[in-house]
């Protein structure tokens, strides 16, 4: 059985999921508590989490999921955040339709989300971070 395609470990994807799954939850309570608690309209608390959320994600993918190690990190972050606005427009796009169709805020945002990982993926791997390639005997690293 192939665990590894084009240089991409099955943790390092496993990684990346476990970084998105933190930052969804992240995301939903804090979308939750601004539009429950304080009133603003789930887009707006979409918009406003994604700032914070940003920093968790770009800390964690960098240091644990990819495992950068060169200095170049403002200029990866100007990537990942360009990534994540590009990705954050079409996310509220999904939940809006979703949204239009019947579904609740916080399930629409739950599913962009998921709708989004892999393009977040291969998006933040290889634009952002610049990782091409895993060493020689790395899967599991």
């Known amino acids: 059985m192939r665990t590894e395609l084009y240089g991409i470990g099955l943790r390092e994807v496993c ?3 476990a970084v998105g799954a ?23 608390s979409f918009a406003i989490c994604f700032f914070l959320v940003n920093i968790f994600g770009f800390i964690t993918n960098r240091s644990w999921t ?9 200029w990866q972050f100007l990537r990942y955040f ?6 954050l427009l079409l996310s ?4 809006v339709v979703l949204v239009r169709q019947g579904i609740a805020y916080w399930i629409a945002v739950y599913a ?5 990982a892999p393009v977040n993926f291969i998006a933040m791997r290889f ?8 060493p020689a005997g790395a899967l599991f690293q």
């Open 15 to 17: 990684r990346f999921l």
């Open 22 to 44: 933190a930052s969804a939850a992240l995301n939903t309570a804090i979308i939750v508590v601004l539009t429950e608690l304080f009133g603003q309209p789930y887009l707006v």
């Open 66 to 74: 990819f495992r950068v190690k060169h200095s170049r990190w403002k």
């Open 82 to 87: 360009v990534l994540s606005f590009a990705s």
């Open 92 to 95: 509220m796009v999904i939940s």
């Open 112 to 116: 962009s989300a998921a709708l989004m």
């Open 127 to 134: 634009a952002s971070f610049g990782v091409s390639k895993r």
